[in-house]
């Protein structure tokens, strides 16, 4: 075999490698890509309508997978989780006569459920980041929620905002309650929670009327 012949086959065998090489890591970009939607969902598209940049919100999005795993999330006990239960009728009950105090109270207990359950609690953007992990559909009404809770202090809510407020606060605390009764059942990836079968099981009939007279 001549030189030149084997520097063509040295050529046609390197253009084969890269090719083979640029499709695998196609291929692994778009499982990537995919996998990623199918976890944040809305987030997902959240935040890319904010970057219009797909790699970019990949990125912050695998960024936000890789602190999640290195949370040192704890389970509650029983006693803690009947505890928040009651504290959270509690506050559903307050809305009837007492509104404003009842959003108030629905956004603090929140912020102790996610501390006491290990979240980082110091920066709303990352806590909403770091919930959206395991929850990026009630992300989405925590971060309105919040929203209006801070509109209200101001006097710029009406009743009917601060009922949808505590509602959203309500499948929060579920959410966080309820990933340890049902390890593996995300509202991000099985089309939400069955909320008759986690933390407001006991008290849901009550916890609806509720609502409803709110």
């Given at each position: 075999?001549?030189?030149?012949?084997?520097?063509?086959?040295?050529?046609?065998?390197?253009?084969?490698?890269?090719?083979?090489?640029?499709?695998a890591w196609s291929t692994a970009g778009r499982r990537r890509s995919r996998r990623l939607r199918e976890r944040f969902g809305p987030e997902y598209d959240r935040h890319l309508s904010e970057t219009n940049d797909p790699a970019e919100t990949e990125r912050v999005l695998a960024e936000r997978e890789k602190r999640h795993r290195g949370l040192s999330l704890r389970t509650l006990d029983d006693r803690?989780?009947?505890?928040?239960?009651?504290?959270?009728?509690?506050?559903?009950?307050?809305?009837?006569?007492?509104p404003d105090r009842a959003v108030d109270r629905a956004d603090a207990l929140v912020d102790e459920v996610m501390t006491a359950r290990g979240y980082p609690v110091d920066d709303f953007e990352q806590r909403a980041a770091d919930i959206?992990?395991?929850?990026?559909?009630?992300?989405?009404?925590?971060?309105?929620?919040?929203?209006?809770?801070?509109?209200?202090?101001?006097?710029?809510?009406?009743?009917?905002?601060?009922?949808?407020?505590?509602?959203?606060?309500?499948?929060l605390v579920q959410a966080l309650l309820g990933d340890e009764r049902h390890d593996g059942h995300r509202d991000g990836r099985t089309g939400g929670h069955d909320t008759g079968r986690h933390s407001g099981e006991a008290t849901g009939q009550d916890d609806r009327r509720k609502e409803t007279s709110a």
């Open positions: 075999m001549s030189s030149t012949t084997v520097i063509v086959v040295i050529v046609v065998v390197v253009i084969a490698l890269l090719a083979l090489a640029a499709f803690e989780r009947e505890t928040f239960e009651r504290r959270w009728t509690e506050v559903q009950s307050e809305f009837v006569d007492d959206s992990v395991e929850h990026p559909v009630v992300v989405q009404r925590y971060r309105e929620a919040r929203r209006i809770a801070r509109a209200n202090r101001e006097h710029r809510a009406d009743t009917e905002e601060l009922r949808g407020a505590v509602t959203s606060y309500r499948e």
